[in-house]
Protein backbone atom coordinates (compact mmCIF):
# COMPACT_ATOMS: atom_id res chain seq x y z
CA UNK A 1 0.00 0.00 0.00
CA UNK A 2 1.32 3.28 -1.21
CA UNK A 3 1.29 5.89 1.98
CA UNK A 4 -0.13 9.15 0.62
CA UNK A 5 1.29 12.44 2.59
CA UNK A 6 -0.44 15.30 2.00
CA UNK A 7 1.70 18.41 2.36
CA UNK A 8 -0.03 22.27 2.65
CA UNK A 9 3.17 24.60 2.85
CA UNK A 10 1.19 27.53 2.54
CA UNK A 11 -1.60 26.92 4.50
CA UNK A 12 -2.30 27.76 7.92
CA UNK A 13 -4.36 28.02 11.60
CA UNK A 14 -6.06 31.52 11.71
CA UNK A 15 -7.84 30.64 14.88
CA UNK A 16 -9.57 28.30 17.05
CA UNK A 17 -12.70 27.88 18.58
CA UNK A 18 -14.70 25.29 20.51
CA UNK A 19 -18.08 24.80 22.73
CA UNK A 20 -19.53 22.30 25.40
CA UNK A 21 -22.83 21.66 26.75
CA UNK A 22 -23.29 23.38 30.11
CA UNK A 23 -25.14 20.61 31.31
CA UNK A 24 -22.60 18.64 33.68
CA UNK A 25 -22.39 14.81 34.76
CA UNK A 26 -20.32 13.20 37.01
CA UNK A 27 -19.19 9.38 37.08
CA UNK A 28 -21.16 9.24 40.77
CA UNK A 29 -23.98 10.24 38.69
CA UNK A 30 -24.20 7.71 36.13
CA UNK A 31 -22.80 5.07 37.40
CA UNK A 32 -25.28 3.38 40.20
CA UNK A 33 -25.90 0.04 40.36
CA UNK A 34 -23.89 -0.29 37.14
CA UNK A 35 -21.15 -2.87 37.00
CA UNK A 36 -18.25 -0.56 37.65
CA UNK A 37 -16.87 2.34 39.95
CA UNK A 38 -15.90 5.70 40.31
CA UNK A 39 -12.58 4.89 40.48
CA UNK A 40 -11.94 2.39 38.08
CA UNK A 41 -13.58 4.82 35.70
CA UNK A 42 -10.96 8.10 36.63
CA UNK A 43 -7.94 5.05 36.92
CA UNK A 44 -8.50 3.33 33.47
CA UNK A 45 -10.05 5.61 31.39
CA UNK A 46 -9.16 9.04 33.19
CA UNK A 47 -12.65 10.54 32.87
CA UNK A 48 -14.10 12.26 36.04
CA UNK A 49 -16.99 14.31 34.34
CA UNK A 50 -18.53 15.10 31.01
CA UNK A 51 -20.49 17.79 29.43
CA UNK A 52 -23.92 16.52 27.65
CA UNK A 53 -26.06 17.99 25.88
CA UNK A 54 -29.80 18.87 26.46
CA UNK A 55 -32.78 17.33 24.45
CA UNK A 56 -33.06 20.43 22.60
CA UNK A 57 -29.69 20.98 21.67
CA UNK A 58 -27.95 18.67 18.62
CA UNK A 59 -25.04 18.27 17.09
CA UNK A 60 -25.46 21.24 14.64
CA UNK A 61 -25.61 23.93 17.83
CA UNK A 62 -22.81 22.66 19.40
CA UNK A 63 -20.91 23.18 15.99
CA UNK A 64 -22.74 26.28 15.07
CA UNK A 65 -21.28 27.68 18.39
CA UNK A 66 -17.75 26.48 18.15
CA UNK A 67 -17.39 27.50 14.29
CA UNK A 68 -18.72 31.39 15.66
CA UNK A 69 -16.02 31.30 18.33
CA UNK A 70 -13.66 30.39 15.46
CA UNK A 71 -14.82 33.26 13.06
CA UNK A 72 -14.46 35.52 16.18
CA UNK A 73 -11.42 34.85 17.04
CA UNK A 74 -9.88 34.91 13.22
CA UNK A 75 -11.36 38.46 13.43
CA UNK A 76 -13.39 37.92 10.60
CA UNK A 77 -18.08 38.09 9.97
CA UNK A 78 -19.31 34.25 8.93
CA UNK A 79 -20.28 35.40 5.89
CA UNK A 80 -16.51 35.82 5.01
CA UNK A 81 -15.80 31.91 4.98
CA UNK A 82 -15.97 30.38 1.81
CA UNK A 83 -16.09 26.18 2.81
CA UNK A 84 -17.84 24.75 5.70
CA UNK A 85 -16.63 21.01 6.69
CA UNK A 86 -18.25 19.30 9.60
CA UNK A 87 -16.72 15.89 10.92
CA UNK A 88 -19.15 14.11 12.90
CA UNK A 89 -20.99 11.03 13.67
CA UNK A 90 -23.70 11.87 15.17
CA UNK A 91 -25.65 14.17 12.99
CA UNK A 92 -28.62 15.47 14.13
CA UNK A 93 -31.10 13.77 11.19
CA UNK A 94 -29.61 11.74 8.25
CA UNK A 95 -30.73 14.17 5.93
CA UNK A 96 -30.24 17.29 5.42
CA UNK A 97 -26.28 17.16 6.49
CA UNK A 98 -25.39 18.93 9.77
CA UNK A 99 -22.58 20.90 8.18
CA UNK A 100 -25.92 22.73 6.35
CA UNK A 101 -28.04 22.93 9.35
CA UNK A 102 -25.01 24.55 11.11
CA UNK A 103 -24.59 27.32 8.55
CA UNK A 104 -28.14 28.26 8.86
CA UNK A 105 -27.57 28.24 12.34
CA UNK A 106 -24.38 30.48 12.14
CA UNK A 107 -26.11 32.95 10.15
CA UNK A 108 -23.99 32.24 6.73
CA UNK A 109 -25.84 33.58 3.84
CA UNK A 110 -23.10 33.47 1.44
CA UNK A 111 -24.10 30.29 -0.09
CA UNK A 112 -20.61 28.62 0.36
CA UNK A 113 -20.69 24.72 0.25
CA UNK A 114 -21.25 22.79 3.04
CA UNK A 115 -21.07 19.15 4.08
CA UNK A 116 -20.27 16.76 6.38
CA UNK A 117 -17.14 14.03 6.59
CA UNK A 118 -17.92 9.97 8.19
CA UNK A 119 -15.01 8.84 10.02
CA UNK A 120 -15.97 9.15 13.07
CA UNK A 121 -13.32 10.20 15.65
CA UNK A 122 -10.52 10.49 12.61
CA UNK A 123 -13.06 12.86 11.15
CA UNK A 124 -11.48 16.08 11.82
CA UNK A 125 -7.95 15.11 10.96
CA UNK A 126 -9.70 14.17 7.52
CA UNK A 127 -11.29 17.21 7.50
CA UNK A 128 -8.83 19.28 7.58
CA UNK A 129 -7.10 17.14 4.86
CA UNK A 130 -9.60 17.96 2.53
CA UNK A 131 -9.68 21.49 3.49
CA UNK A 132 -6.20 21.88 3.03
CA UNK A 133 -6.32 20.31 -0.40
CA UNK A 134 -9.19 23.03 -1.89
CA UNK A 135 -6.85 26.16 -0.60
CA UNK A 136 -3.43 24.85 -1.43
CA UNK A 137 -4.98 24.09 -4.96
CA UNK A 138 -6.47 28.00 -4.66
CA UNK A 139 -10.36 26.63 -4.54
CA UNK A 140 -11.12 28.18 -1.45
CA UNK A 141 -9.46 30.70 0.77
CA UNK A 142 -11.24 30.37 4.05
CA UNK A 143 -12.48 27.04 5.37
CA UNK A 144 -14.28 26.14 8.76
CA UNK A 145 -13.57 23.09 9.89
CA UNK A 146 -15.71 21.56 12.71
CA UNK A 147 -15.48 18.54 15.08
CA UNK A 148 -18.93 17.90 16.89
CA UNK A 149 -20.67 15.15 18.45
CA UNK A 150 -23.71 14.40 20.80
CA UNK A 151 -22.62 10.69 21.69
CA UNK A 152 -25.46 10.91 24.78
CA UNK A 153 -28.03 10.83 22.36
CA UNK A 154 -26.62 7.56 21.19
CA UNK A 155 -25.27 6.43 24.82
CA UNK A 156 -27.49 3.36 26.36
CA UNK A 157 -26.94 5.23 30.15
CA UNK A 158 -27.64 1.75 31.58
CA UNK A 159 -24.82 -0.15 30.37
CA UNK A 160 -21.50 0.34 31.74
CA UNK A 161 -19.66 1.65 28.49
CA UNK A 162 -21.92 4.84 29.25
CA UNK A 163 -19.13 6.24 30.78
CA UNK A 164 -16.51 6.16 28.10
CA UNK A 165 -18.71 9.63 25.68
CA UNK A 166 -19.16 13.53 26.38
CA UNK A 167 -20.66 16.17 23.90
CA UNK A 168 -18.38 18.74 22.40
CA UNK A 169 -17.07 20.79 19.36
CA UNK A 170 -14.16 22.42 18.50
CA UNK A 171 -13.56 24.25 15.20
CA UNK A 172 -10.49 25.86 12.97
CA UNK A 173 -10.69 28.02 10.40
CA UNK A 174 -8.02 27.75 7.95
CA UNK A 175 -6.48 29.86 5.47
CA UNK A 176 -3.75 30.45 2.55
CA UNK A 177 -0.78 32.08 3.68
CA UNK A 178 2.90 32.59 2.27
CA UNK A 179 4.65 30.71 4.87
CA UNK A 180 8.41 30.91 6.52
CA UNK A 181 9.29 27.44 7.86
CA UNK A 182 5.64 26.24 7.42
CA UNK A 183 4.74 22.38 7.14
CA UNK A 184 1.53 21.00 7.73
CA UNK A 185 1.36 16.97 6.37
CA UNK A 186 -1.27 14.63 6.64
CA UNK A 187 -1.56 11.02 6.31
CA UNK A 188 -4.96 9.25 6.25
CA UNK A 189 -6.19 5.42 6.53
CA UNK A 190 -9.12 3.43 7.08
CA UNK A 191 -9.59 -0.45 7.08
CA UNK A 192 -13.38 -1.61 7.08
CA UNK A 193 -12.76 -5.06 8.14
CA UNK A 194 -13.60 -3.48 11.90
CA UNK A 195 -16.77 -2.32 10.60
CA UNK A 196 -18.62 -4.23 13.68
CA UNK A 197 -15.98 -3.49 16.57
CA UNK A 198 -17.60 -0.32 17.31
CA UNK A 199 -20.81 0.20 15.77
CA UNK A 200 -24.76 1.01 15.98
CA UNK A 201 -26.61 -1.14 13.91
CA UNK A 202 -29.19 -0.25 11.49
CA UNK A 203 -31.79 -1.87 14.61
CA UNK A 204 -30.19 -0.19 17.15
CA UNK A 205 -30.69 3.40 18.91
CA UNK A 206 -27.60 2.89 20.71
CA UNK A 207 -23.55 2.04 19.83
CA UNK A 208 -22.14 -1.21 20.28
CA UNK A 209 -18.81 -1.92 21.20
CA UNK A 210 -16.32 -4.61 21.31
CA UNK A 211 -13.81 -2.93 24.09
CA UNK A 212 -10.67 -5.23 23.89
CA UNK A 213 -10.71 -4.87 19.90
CA UNK A 214 -11.22 -0.87 20.60
CA UNK A 215 -7.82 -0.97 22.46
CA UNK A 216 -5.89 -3.42 20.31
CA UNK A 217 -6.63 -1.56 16.92
CA UNK A 218 -5.93 2.03 18.83
CA UNK A 219 -2.53 0.57 20.74
CA UNK A 220 -1.25 -0.35 17.96
CA UNK A 221 -2.46 1.86 14.97
CA UNK A 222 -2.05 5.14 16.96
CA UNK A 223 2.28 4.52 17.40
CA UNK A 224 2.29 3.15 14.24
CA UNK A 225 0.79 6.47 12.76
CA UNK A 226 2.60 8.84 14.53
CA UNK A 227 5.60 7.09 13.61
CA UNK A 228 5.15 6.95 9.66
CA UNK A 229 4.41 10.70 9.49
CA UNK A 230 7.38 11.83 11.63
CA UNK A 231 10.12 8.92 9.54
CA UNK A 232 7.56 10.42 5.87
CA UNK A 233 8.82 14.04 7.07
CA UNK A 234 12.44 13.19 7.94
CA UNK A 235 11.53 14.05 11.87
CA UNK A 236 11.82 12.43 15.23
CA UNK A 237 9.29 12.90 18.77
CA UNK A 238 12.11 14.79 19.57
CA UNK A 239 10.98 17.52 17.11
CA UNK A 240 7.51 17.44 18.25
CA UNK A 241 6.62 20.18 20.74
CA UNK A 242 2.97 19.28 21.34
CA UNK A 243 1.58 15.54 20.55
CA UNK A 244 -2.44 16.04 20.84
CA UNK A 245 -4.00 12.86 20.17
CA UNK A 246 -7.52 11.95 20.09
CA UNK A 247 -8.79 11.31 23.13
CA UNK A 248 -9.91 7.77 22.84
CA UNK A 249 -8.88 6.79 27.10
CA UNK A 250 -5.98 7.41 29.31
CA UNK A 251 -5.61 3.45 28.81
CA UNK A 252 -4.89 3.87 25.72
CA UNK A 253 -3.15 6.58 25.66
CA UNK A 254 -0.60 5.53 28.36
CA UNK A 255 -0.38 2.82 26.37
CA UNK A 256 0.64 4.43 23.16
CA UNK A 257 3.05 6.68 25.38
CA UNK A 258 4.92 3.51 26.10
CA UNK A 259 5.01 2.06 22.66
CA UNK A 260 6.66 5.55 21.55
CA UNK A 261 9.00 5.58 24.64
CA UNK A 262 7.32 8.75 25.47
CA UNK A 263 6.57 9.96 28.74
CA UNK A 264 2.75 10.12 29.17
CA UNK A 265 3.31 13.76 30.39
CA UNK A 266 4.00 14.61 27.11
CA UNK A 267 0.78 13.92 25.58
CA UNK A 268 -2.03 16.72 25.94
CA UNK A 269 -5.52 15.45 27.80
CA UNK A 270 -8.83 16.78 28.96
CA UNK A 271 -10.69 13.66 28.78
CA UNK A 272 -10.72 14.10 33.01
CA UNK A 273 -13.22 16.91 32.47
CA UNK A 274 -15.02 15.99 29.22
CA UNK A 275 -14.56 12.43 28.27
CA UNK A 276 -14.09 11.13 24.65
CA UNK A 277 -16.02 13.96 22.56
CA UNK A 278 -15.30 11.45 19.62
CA UNK A 279 -14.79 13.62 16.31
CA UNK A 280 -14.47 16.83 18.35
CA UNK A 281 -11.51 15.94 20.89
CA UNK A 282 -8.46 17.35 18.89
CA UNK A 283 -10.25 20.43 17.87
CA UNK A 284 -11.59 21.40 21.59
CA UNK A 285 -8.25 20.25 22.95
CA UNK A 286 -6.71 22.65 20.48
CA UNK A 287 -8.48 25.19 21.14
CA UNK A 288 -8.12 24.50 25.23
CA UNK A 289 -4.33 24.88 25.07
CA UNK A 290 -4.32 27.89 22.28
CA UNK A 291 -6.41 29.97 24.82
CA UNK A 292 -4.35 28.70 27.48
CA UNK A 293 -1.12 30.28 25.92
CA UNK A 294 1.07 27.18 25.83
CA UNK A 295 1.63 26.97 21.85
CA UNK A 296 4.30 29.22 20.86
CA UNK A 297 5.35 30.61 17.14
CA UNK A 298 7.17 27.53 15.13
CA UNK A 299 5.97 25.22 17.70
CA UNK A 300 5.52 21.73 15.94
CA UNK A 301 2.26 20.30 16.73
CA UNK A 302 1.52 16.18 15.87
CA UNK A 303 -2.11 15.02 16.05
CA UNK A 304 -3.02 11.22 15.59
CA UNK A 305 -6.53 9.95 15.59
CA UNK A 306 -8.67 6.72 15.57
CA UNK A 307 -11.86 5.67 14.58
CA UNK A 308 -14.61 3.51 14.44
CA UNK A 309 -14.33 1.38 11.12
CA UNK A 310 -11.58 1.69 11.29
CA UNK A 311 -9.96 4.58 9.91
CA UNK A 312 -6.96 6.24 12.02
CA UNK A 313 -4.93 9.07 10.42
CA UNK A 314 -2.30 11.72 11.62
CA UNK A 315 -0.98 15.34 10.75
CA UNK A 316 2.27 17.81 11.82
CA UNK A 317 1.66 21.41 11.67
CA UNK A 318 4.33 24.32 12.31
CA UNK A 319 2.43 27.16 14.56
Known amino acids: MTIGNSRFDSVRIKSTGSYVPAK ?3 NEEIVGD ?3 TPEWVVETLGIRQRHVADPEEFTSDLAACAGLNAIASAGLEPNEIDLIILATSTPDRKVPSSACMAQAKMGIRNGCPAFDVAAVCSGFLYGITIAGQFIQNGVYGRVLVIGADTYSKVTN ?3 RNCVF ?7 VVLEKSSRVNGLFSSILFADGEGMNDFTIFPENAYFTMNGRAVFEKATAALPECIQQILC ?7 DVSMIIPHQASAHVLKRAAQIL ?3 YSRI ?3 LENHANTAGATIPLLLDQVNRRGLINENDLLLFASIGAGWTWSASLYRW
Request: glycine share 14%; hydrophobic share 35%.
Open 34 to 36: LPT
Open 261 to 263: DIP
Open 268 to 270: QTN
Open 232 to 238: MNKLGLK
Open 24 to 26: ILT
Open 157 to 159: WKH
Open 165 to 171: FGDGSGA
